[in-house]
T-cell receptor, first 113, second 111 residues
Framework: DSGVTQTPKHLITATGQRVTLRCSPR?????VYWYQQSLDQGLQFLIQ???????AKGNILERFSAQQFPDLHSELNLSSLELGDSALYFC????????????FGPGTRLLVL | KNQVEQSPQSLIILEGKNCTLQ??????????LRWYKQDTGRGPVSLTI?????NTKSNGRYTATLDADTKQSSLHITASQLSDSASYIC??????????FGSGTRLLVRP
């Protein structure tokens, strides 16, 4: 158990819909990262927040957005969902430094029908 | 374009044998390089993190090397065990905290 929690574990929805994925970091960690892992593209970095502020942005689509709240939990919002958005979405947390270990949550499996 | 390439794509070895996985990158400016182990359907687990000035780092039976001049890294697994069967992912962080992932090497350890 990494100490990072993600909800829900599974999500099934339809194209065009909007969903929200939630992540609670390890106690004391200030940084939260979001990743997408689809079968054909491997792991991709989406976005990082540090203490409530966006720090780095990867290959995140404009239909996706995220935020980190004052209690440091984070949400990833996916809108206008397409079939290709079906994937495992991981959240990771770390204390915040560039060379610190990231601890991954168990992931949310999203299926868009 | 910043890229991370791993080889081989997949590898089968016998239990108890050693193996070496390769990672080449073109990420610049470079901050650090990470190796992760990922079991199917689970979140990755960090094995090593190396900065520009570090040549080698060990974590039990896992030893990573980094040659920042040639932009190459390797992960050596000693005395493999069945539980080492997993995907091994090389990740490079650039100086703006952006992470670039390799496509991974899928390792299967057979008894």
């Amino acid at each position: 158990d990494s100490g990072v929690t993600q909800t829900p574990k599974h999500l099934i929805t339809a194209t065009g819909q909007r969903v929200t994925l939630r992540c609670s970091p390890r106690s004391g960690d200030l940084s939260v990262y979001w990743y997408q892992q689809s079968l054909d593209q491997g792991l991709q970095f989406l976005i990082q927040y540090y203490n409530g502020e966006e720090r780095a942005k990867g290959n995140i689509l404009e239909r996706f957005s995220a935020q980190q709240f004052p209690d440091l939990h984070s949400e990833l919002n996916l809108s206008s969902l397409e079939l290709g958005d079906s994937a495992l979405y991981f959240c990771a947390s770390s204390p915040g430094g560039a060379t610190e270990t990231q601890y991954f949550g168990p992931g949310t499996r999203l299926l868009v029908l | 374009k910043n890229q991370v390439e791993q080889s081989p794509q997949s590898l089968i070895i016998l239990e108890g044998k050693n193996c070496t996985l390769q990672c080449n990158y073109t990420v610049s400016p470079f901050s650090n390089l990470r190796w992760y182990k990922q079991d199917t359907g689970r979140g990755p687990v960090s094995l090593t993190i190396m900065t520009f000035s570090e040549n080698t780092k060990s974590n039990g039976r896992y030893t990573a090397t980094l040659d920042a001049d040639t932009k190459q890294s390797s992960l050596h697994i000693t005395a493999s065990q069945l539980s080492d069967s997993a995907s091994y992912i090389c990740v490079v962080m650039d100086s703006s905290y952006k992470l670039i992932f390799g496509s991974g090497t899928r390792l299967l350890v057979r008894p």
